[in-house]
């Protein structure tokens, strides 16, 4: 039963980092995108 419970542990903590690391790139695509956005409506414009 300790085992099960390291594995449980071991995993939701695997699942965390997993979601982090995705947030963390969706927010760097994000900004960079932003970026691009503004230097193409500065062209535009």
């Not at 071991?10 to 503004?38: H, M, P, Q, T």
Request: aromatic share 8%; hydrophobic share 60%.
């Amino acid at each position: 039963m300790y085992n099960f419970n390291q594995a449980v542990n071991y995993i939701i903590i695997s699942l965390i980092n997993l979601v982090l690391v995705i947030l963390g790139e969706v927010l760097c695509a994000g900004k960079k995108w932003l970026a691009d956005d503004k230097v193409k409506l500065v062209e535009i414009a």
